[in-house]
């Protein structure tokens, strides 16, 4: 045996062999043992009765979930408009506003905990209440700084409206 078969085993030579040798040099496929079969046996046929199939009887959830669809439409609205806004600041700050420097901050800041909210309110957690207090205090600059410059830029006023709905959500949340 080389050093090259032993370190690479069967299935590398194989295929280095056949890599590297013409076509009509390649090596003869392996040998069969005799009363061995290649073929798998054949799969037993799949039960459909309730206790077999763990999925049986689930039509009736089509659409329910246990998240909480006032909080993820309006944390979904404020990530697309917060998106929209970090950009457009960061198209200003490109041409050397630096007026926009607060506004993209707060809204960075706001799509970070608003992306956790999000994902705490799609199904039930415990810490939706404590996430929502976090988001509250953020959504609370980022409206306020994207005020600052809503009259100039639709992507800002448009931040700063969805900013608070969200704010007045996030209170109900708190309670």
Do not use: N, W
Not at 6 to 20: Q, R, Y
Not at 60 to 82: I, R, S
Not at 112 to 127: D, F, K, M, S
């Amino acid at each position: 045996m080389q050093r090259r078969e032993f370190v690479l085993g069967p299935p590398a030579v194989l295929a280095t062999t056949a890599c590297s040798s013409a076509p009509d040099e390649l090596p003869p496929p392996p040998a069969k043992t005799p009363g061995k079969t290649t073929t798998p046996p054949p799969a037993p046929a799949p039960s459909t009765t309730p206790a077999a199939d763990p999925h049986a009887g689930h039509a009736g959830h089509a659409g329910h979930h246990a998240g909480d669809d006032a909080t993820l439409a309006v944390a979904a609205d404020c990530l697309k408009t917060g998106e929209v806004c970090v950009q457009h600041c960061f198209v200003l700050l490109g041409q050397g506003d630096t007026s926009m420097a607060a506004c993209a901050r707060s809204a960075y800041e706001m799509l970070a905990v608003t992306r956790a909210l999000l994902a705490l309110a799609a199904g039930p957690a415990e810490q939706l209440a404590a996430q929502a207090r976090v988001a509250l205090a953020a959504g609370e600059r980022c409206e306020a700084e994207c005020r600052k410059h809503e009259a100039k830029h639709p992507a800002c006023k448009a931040c700063a409206e969805s900013c608070k709905a969200a704010i007045t959500r996030y209170r109900t949340l708190i309670g």
